[in-house]
C-alpha cells in the first residue's frame, strides 16, 4: 500500500513571503498526484493535477503554482503569499487498481498567513 | 448546479442509532462512488468505495448507491461517538481527473 508523506505540517508565514510544501509517496509507481485546498469549514478545491513528471495542470488560476520533477515527489509553491491562501493543504495519489482508481490523502499542511 | 451535492448538517444521531448521510450527484456518466471521514483538523481518510448499483456492506457502515435516481448513501449502525466526523462523498469517471468532492455532511453523535 502506498504511503503519502507531507512537510511541513504546519506553517506560518507573513503576507508576501514565498511558499513551497512537499509531498512524496512511496509504495506506488507513476501516480495521479493531486494537490486540494481546505479553507476552514469549507469542501476541498482541486488545485492542481500531474499524471507524471513535469506534467502539471491547474484548476485554478491564482498566485500559486505546481511542480513534478521527480515520478513521487509533488511541490506547491508561491512567490508572494496573500491572506486568501490560507488553509489546509491536502496532497492526493491517485494508484490505479484495475479499472477504477482511488484517492488516498497525505496528513496534509496547516497554512497560517498573517 | 452543483456537481456534488450533500447536507451540511450537523445531523446529529444518539449513540447506539443508525446516521443515514445522503449524496447526490449531476454528471450521469459517473463510475466510481466513495465516502471518505474527515476529523476535525485531520485529513481525509477513505471508509468505503462502491461501483456498483444496490448495497456494499463493510462492517457498521453500508454504502447505498442508485445510479438512475443518481443518489449514494452511507449507512453508519450502532453509532459511536467515535463517529462524530464530517462525511465527504465523491464521485469520479475513473480514468483520471474528474474526481468530484461533496461539501460534506458534519456527523455528531451524541453520548
Known amino acids: 500500500s502506498q504511503t503519502i508523506h507531507q512537510w511541513p505540517a504546519t506553517l506560518v508565514q507573513p503576507v508576501g513571503s514565498p511558499l513551497s510544501l512537499e509531498c512524496t509517496v512511496e509504495?506506488?509507481?507513476?501516480?495521479?498526484l493531486y494537490w486540494y485546498r481546505q479553507a476552514a469549514g469549507r469542501g476541498l478545491q482541486l488545485l492542481f493535477y500531474?499524471?507524471?513528471?513535469?506534467?502539471i495542470s491547474s484548476e485554478v488560476p491564482q498566485n500559486l503554482s505546481a511542480s513534478r520533477p521527480q515520478d513521487r515527489q509533488f511541490i506547491l509553491s508561491s512567490k508572494k503569499l496573500l491572506l486568501s491562501d490560507s488553509g489546509f493543504y491536502l496532497c492526493?495519489?491517485?494508484?490505479?487498481?484495475?479499472?477504477?482508481?482511488?484517492?488516498?490523502f497525505g496528513p496534509g499542511t496547516r497554512l497560517t498567513v498573517l | 448546479q452543483k456537481e456534488v451535492e450533500q447536507n451540511s448538517g450537523p445531523l446529529s444521531v444518539p449513540e447506539g442509532a443508525i446516521a443515514s448521510l445522503n449524496c447526490t450527484y449531476s454528471?450521469?456518466?459517473?463510475?466510481?462512488f466513495f465516502w471518505y471521514r474527515q476529523y476535525s483538523g485531520k485529513s481525509p481518510e477513505l471508509i468505503m468505495s462502491i461501483y456498483s448499483n444496490g448495497d456494499k456492506e463493510d462492517g457498521r457502515f453500508t454504502a447505498q448507491l442508485n445510479k438512475a435516481s443518481q443518489y449514494v448513501s452511507l449507512l453508519i449502525r450502532d453509532s459511536q461517538p467515535s463517529d462524530s466526523a464530517t462525511y465527504l462523498c465523491?464521485?469520479?469517471?475513473?480514468?483520471?481527473?474528474?474526481?468530484?468532492f461533496g461539501p460534506g455532511t458534519r456527523l455528531s453523535v451524541l453520548p
Open positions: 454528471d450521469r456518466v459517473s463510475q466510481s
Open positions: 509504495g506506488t509507481s507513476n501516480p495521479n
Open positions: 492526493a495519489s491517485e494508484a490505479s487498481r484495475g479499472s477504477t482508481d482511488t484517492q488516498y
Open positions: 465523491a464521485v469520479s469517471r475513473n480514468y483520471g481527473q474528474n474526481f468530484v
Open positions: 500531474s499524471i507524471g513528471i513535469d506534467q
